[in-house]
C-alpha cells in the first residue's frame, strides 16, 4: 500500500478497503451457505449415496452378497423341503449359511461356472478352444 499524505488519498484508500471488505462478505456468506447446506443431514445421505452408486467396487460387492443369499436361501428351501424338522432347520441354515459365504467369497469361480453354462446352454463352448491353421 502506498504512503498516505493527503485526505482524498486516504478517502479512496478506506473507500478501497470498504468496498474489498463487502465483497469479501459476500463471499465468506456464500461460503458459508454451502458449508451450510452441505451438512444438512438429506444432502450428507445424497451425496453418500451417489458417491455409493459411483463404486464400482461396491455395486460388485451388492451383487455378489444378493446373490449369495439368494443361492443360500433356496438351497435352504430345497434341503428343508416341505417337512420343517428342528434339526432340518438348522442343517439348512448352516447350508444357506456355508452356500452364501462361498459365494461372497469366491465371486470370480462362481462367474466363471456361470459364463460356463451360459456358453454350454447357448452353443458356444467350441469358440474357446478354436485352433489356427498350422498351430
Known amino acids: 500500500m502506498q504512503k498516505l499524505d493527503s485526505t482524498t488519498n486516504l478517502n479512496d484508500a478506506i473507500l478501497e478497503l ?3 471488505r463487502a465483497e469479501e462478505g459476500k463471499m465468506l456468506k456464500e461460503h458459508v451457505n454451502q458449508a451450510y447446506e452441505s451438512i444438512k443431514p438429506i444432502n450428507l445421505i445424497r451425496s453418500t449415496f451417489k458417491e ?3 463404486s464400482q467396487d461396491l455395486r460388485e460387492d451388492i451383487i455378489n452378497l444378493s446373490l449369495g443369499l439368494v ?3 433356496v438351497s ?3 434341503f428343508s423341503g416341505l417337512e ?3 434339526l432340518k432347520k438348522l442343517l439348512g441354515t448352516s447350508l444357506q449359511f ?3 459365504l462361498f459365494i461372497v467369497n469366491n ?3 462362481i462367474q466363471a461356472i456361470g459364463d460356463g453354462i451360459i ?3 447357448s452353443g458356444d463352448q467350441d469358440q474357446d478352444q478354436q485352433i489356427e491353421p498350422g498351430d
Open 18 to 20: 470498504e468496498t474489498r
Open 52 to 54: 455409493a452408486i459411483a
Open 71 to 73: 443361492a443360500g436361501y
Open 76 to 78: 435352504k428351501k430345497v
Open 84 to 86: 420343517e424338522s428342528p
Open 98 to 100: 456355508g452356500i452364501t
Open 107 to 109: 465371486p470370480e469361480t
Open 119 to 121: 456358453k454350454f446352454i
